[in-house]
């Protein structure tokens, strides 16, 4: 018996590294003002249909139920879209800790399952530009650093400077979406690759791959924008032109809160998913310099989000628009990296956080175990006992060095005489009456 192909079961060591994991990522979204939500595991099946692009074919279809056809969530941001709609909800920063389904190949790289959780924090409303989103990518980078998992980098772009260069390179409207999921594979596939997909498959043709090719590889900061605004072709473009603006204004945020240092300016950066339509961002890990190399190279992505600006509207009858940005935490990813570098220091993590063990030294003594352990549950102590009615002493605070408890509170017929309780300390072995 196992756990079903994409799936797994966490035993106790890794329940405590994955709460404290979402521990920490909750509590930087609380840090920063947002309210929780929970939405259904189930959707309707048209409410996810067609929002993800080529992916689409990786949701989890389920069979008629009494008439109503329903998929599993596959992200959390296409629920609370439609949550927003829904509710008439304009206004709103949320977060949303939960699973989420897809039928992918499992196997396909470490970190990949078919039901995952996704730590989303989403700032929904009608707000002057790139405020929202310089936010959403302080949390990413207060995040990464928090959890020290070695040098990373958020790369940035926006939709509409991609939609710009496609457009400048001479890409019809129709083949956009198509070509911006091809040049998503760039941070996985040489642009050799990359360009043959584009004239083989998506049917372009090869000099506006190559014309494409000499945008798609640039990368860098506040300087790299100047370059682009003063580009003679890409200037010309309407959605080019407010893209780079509202980039560099970003840019002047993130200057301000300091940490331009991690950013990047990639062109190459697009984000298969169809809703966004405004900046994107994607985290990703560098190569850790240490000696574990050989099993932490190639991570990948560890967050990502953008702006999606047109989602609500989708679900609103009326097609009122509700302005989005967020950022999703890759928290597996995060969490099997954090796993491997506990395995090779060999620290042993807690699973329980027993504060202390109620011992007896002697027999006929459970009565006083249990009516001192009842004393301390009511007084919020968290606290164990043997489930034997005579165990020996020996045994008891065999069991405290086991689990990592750090105090045994000990009631013999000596202390039970003078109406004390001896206090063990149970790694320095020191002893107080109280």
């Known amino acids: 018996l196992r756990p079903r192909q994409g799936t797994r079961d966490h035993p106790p060591a890794q329940a405590a590294l994955r709460d404290r994991l979402l521990g920490a990522v909750v509590s930087c979204f609380k840090r920063h003002g947002a309210a929780a939500i929970d939405t259904p595991v189930l959707e309707l099946r048209e409410t996810l249909m067609g929002k993800y692009g080529e992916d689409s074919k990786l949701i989890y279809e389920l069979q008629d139920q009494g008439g109503e056809l329903l998929a599993l969530r596959y992200d959390l941001t296409v629920p609370f879209a439609r949550y927003l709609a829904m509710n008439k909800v304009t206004n709103m920063k949320r977060y949303h800790v939960a699973k989420v389904y897809r039928r992918d190949n499992p196997a396909t790289t470490r970190g990949r399952y078919r039901e995952f959780y996704q730590c989303d924090f989403d700032i929904a409303g009608q707000f002057d530009p790139m405020i929202p989103d310089a936010e959403c990518l302080k949390i990413v980078h207060e995040i990464l650093s928090d959890l020290q998992l070695g040098d990373f980098v958020i790369k940035v772009n926006d939709r509409r400077i991609l939609n710009g260069v496609f457009a400048v390179c001479g890409v019809p409207e129709s083949k956009f979406l198509p070509a911006c999921s091809t040049v998503d594979k760039l941070d996985k596939v040489p642009w050799e690759e990359v360009r043959s997909e584009m004239v083989g498959e998506k049917g372009l043709s090869p000099e506006a791959a190559d014309r494409i090719g000499e945008y798609v590889q640039l990368h860098g900061g506040l300087d790299l924008i100047e370059q682009l605004l003063q580009d003679p072709k890409l200037s010309q473009n309407k959605l080019a032109k407010e893209g780079l603006g509202d980039m560099k204004l970003l840019f002047e945020y993130l200057t301000l809160f300091g940490i331009t240092g991690k950013i990047s300016f990639d062109l190459s950066l697009a984000r298969g998913l169809d ?38 509207g989708m679900f609103d009858p009326k097609g009122r628009k509700v302005p989005c940005v967020g950022v999703s935490i890759g928290i597996e990813r995060i969490f099997s990296i954090l ?10 993590l807690r699973t329980t956080e027993t504060q202390v063990l109620v011992a007896t030294p002697q027999k006929h003594l459970l009565a006083a175990r249990l009516k001192l352990i009842s004393e301390l549950w009511d007084a919020g102590i968290k ?6 009615k005579d165990p020996k002493l020996l045994k008891q605070l065999q069991y405290c060095e086991d ?22 300390d149970v790694a320095t072995r020191e002893e107080v009456r109280m």
Do not use: C, W
């Open 339 to 348: 796993e491997q570098r506990l395995e090779a220091s060999g620290e042993k």
């Open 383 to 388: 606290a164990e006992m043997l489930y034997r």
């Open 275 to 312: 809703y966004y339509t405004g900046v994107i961002f994607e985290a990703v890990l560098l190569q850790q310099e240490n000696e574990h190399v050989e099993e932490l190279v190639g991570v990948g992505s560890v967050a990502g989000g953008g702006r999606y600006d047109g989602l609500v």
């Open 403 to 424: 689990t990592g408890i750090p105090l045994a509170a000990i009631v013999g017929e000596q202390e039970l005489e003078d109406g004390v309780v001896k206090l063990r």
